[in-house]
């Protein structure tokens, strides 16, 4: 069963060709290098992309590269548009409680933007972008996302993409819409190559109950700063709303374990006084940015340190530390509202705040 989508972006979901042929011409013509057409630029482009343009430009080192890509590169973004049947997909995926990351060689404020201007962002739990080889950078990204490669697929549109998948014992799918044709793609022998998106669904089938898939058992926890103010983070996750951090529990840990994990890994803060509130049924959460079902393990905790630093991983973009009764006027996730409720019911706060 195929529960988690590696994506890569560049002819895999966008057509973005044009704009990359145009980036690099920029940079051959700034050198004084002929340019290539585009026939010319799909057979000799690959990668990683460190040795096409060790070929094309030797010498320059990969700073000065990178620079002058992103110089010559069009930032109108919005100029670029999904491949056909890549929304379709996305929202098929989205729909049977896949989980969705990019693993792409492209700049990472450029895949932002892009998303966001086609109106895709909010489907991916991870971008992983700027990567020069995703040969070594795939395996240490699916055990930072708890992804087993058992479940995984990685689809691609060149042969370093399934060379990557292959590395990691992902299924690997080549897409034919984008940078290499079938027959080159065939040269890494993909374990499925179609000819676009349109036909995975029927290909993957549909999640159901019915199929070994389960509720989700995780933890998160409300944390408390030496002066009783709450810590709340935002992430796209849920709708952009504010909620507490918190993640899967895996094999072989115990919840409290997990928490503790989960809080260091997403926050860089130490727990102490970790108690027990109270689960959650979280059934298909609208908020949520995919088809779920949690269970949800809630805590309440002292943050150790007496002057907490949070230092957020890339699954939040904001946080803040708040009194209670600023943080029940925010704009909170449902079981975050649920979880400040039942302290409050309880008075847990003041018996927490009061803890020598």
């Given at each position: 069963?195929?529960?988690?989508l590696?994506f890569?972006?560049?002819g895999t979901?966008?057509?973005?060709?044009?704009?990359v042929?145009?980036?690099?011409?920029?940079?051959?013509r700034?050198a004084?290098?002929?340019?290539?057409t585009?026939?010319?630029?799909?057979?000799?482009?690959?990668?990683?992309?460190t040795?096409?343009f060790?070929?094309?430009l030797?010498?320059l080192?990969l700073?000065?590269?990178?620079?002058?890509?992103?110089?010559?590169?069009?930032?109108?973004?919005?100029?670029?548009?999904l491949?056909?049947?890549?929304l379709e997909?996305?929202?098929?995926?989205a729909?049977?409680?896949r989980?969705?990351?990019?693993?792409?060689s492209?700049?990472?404020?450029?895949?932002?933007?892009?998303?966001?201007?086609?109106?895709?962002?909010?489907?991916?739990?991870?971008?992983?972008c700027?990567?020069?080889?995703?040969?070594?950078?795939?395996?240490?990204l699916?055990?930072?996302?708890d992804?087993?490669?058992?479940?995984?697929a990685?689809?691609?549109?060149?042969?370093?993409?399934?060379?990557?998948g292959?590395?990691?014992g992902?299924v690997?799918?080549a897409t034919?819409t984008?940078y290499?044709?079938?027959?080159t793609?065939?040269?890494?022998?993909?374990?499925?190559?179609?000819?676009?998106?349109?036909?995975?669904?029927?290909?993957?089938?549909a999640?159901?109950?019915?199929?070994?898939?389960?509720?989700v058992a995780?933890v998160?926890?409300?944390?408390?700063?030496p002066?009783g103010?709450?810590?709340?983070?935002r992430?796209?996750?849920?709708?952009?709303?504010?909620?507490i951090p918190g993640?899967?529990i895996?094999?072989?840990?115990?919840?409290?374990a997990a928490?503790?994990r989960?809080?260091?890994?997403?926050?860089?803060?130490?727990l102490?006084?970790?108690e027990?509130?109270?689960?959650?049924?979280?059934?298909?959460?609208?908020e949520?940015?995919?088809?779920?079902?949690?269970?949800?393990?809630?805590?309440?905790?002292?943050?150790?340190?007496a002057q907490?630093?949070?230092v957020?991983?890339e699954e939040?973009?904001?946080?803040?530390?708040?009194?209670?009764a600023?943080?029940?006027r925010?704009?909170?996730?449902?079981?975050?509202?649920?979880?400040l409720?039942?302290?409050?019911?309880r008075?847990?706060?003041?018996?927490?705040?009061?803890?020598?």
């Amino acid at each position: 069963m195929i529960r988690n989508l590696l994506f890569d972006w560049s002819g895999t979901l966008v057509d973005d060709l044009p704009g990359v042929i145009t980036a690099v011409n920029g940079m051959l013509r700034s050198a004084g290098v002929a340019e290539l057409t585009r026939e010319e630029f799909r057979a000799r482009f690959r990668l990683p992309y460190t040795e096409f343009f060790a070929e094309m430009l030797p010498g320059l080192p990969l700073e000065r590269l990178q620079q002058l890509y992103l110089e010559h590169f069009t930032h109108e973004h919005t100029a670029i548009d999904l491949l056909p049947h890549a929304l379709e997909f996305i929202q098929f995926a989205a729909a049977t409680g896949r989980r969705m990351v990019v693993l792409s060689s492209a700049p990472l404020p450029h895949v932002t933007a892009q998303a966001e201007a086609l109106g895709v962002r909010d489907a991916f739990e991870v971008m992983r972008c700027g990567v020069i080889d995703k040969r070594t950078e795939i395996l240490p990204l699916l055990a930072e996302l708890d992804m087993a490669a058992a479940e995984t697929a990685f689809i691609g549109d060149m042969r370093h993409d399934i060379d990557a998948g292959h590395a990691a014992g992902v299924v690997t799918i080549a897409t034919c819409t984008g940078y290499e044709n079938a027959e080159t793609l065939l040269t890494s022998a993909p374990d499925m190559l179609v000819r676009d998106l349109s036909r995975l669904p029927a290909l993957l089938g549909a999640l159901t109950g019915g199929d070994g898939a389960y509720p989700v058992a995780t933890v998160g926890a409300l944390i408390l700063n030496p002066q009783g103010e709450l810590l709340l983070i935002r992430t796209h996750k849920w709708s952009h709303r504010w909620g507490i951090p918190g993640g899967k529990i895996k094999r072989g840990e115990t919840c409290e374990a997990a928490l503790i994990r989960e809080i260091t890994e997403e926050t860089a803060l130490t727990l102490q006084d970790i108690e027990f509130v109270m689960v959650q049924d979280c059934i298909e959460p609208e908020e949520f940015q995919r088809s779920a079902h949690f269970l949800l393990l809630n805590y309440l905790a002292r943050c150790a340190d007496a002057q907490p630093q949070v230092v957020l991983n890339e699954e939040a973009q904001a946080f803040q530390w708040l009194p209670l009764a600023e943080a029940l006027r925010m704009d909170l996730n449902i079981p975050t509202r649920v979880l400040l409720d039942e302290c409050v019911r309880r008075g847990l706060l003041g018996r927490m705040t009061n803890v020598e």
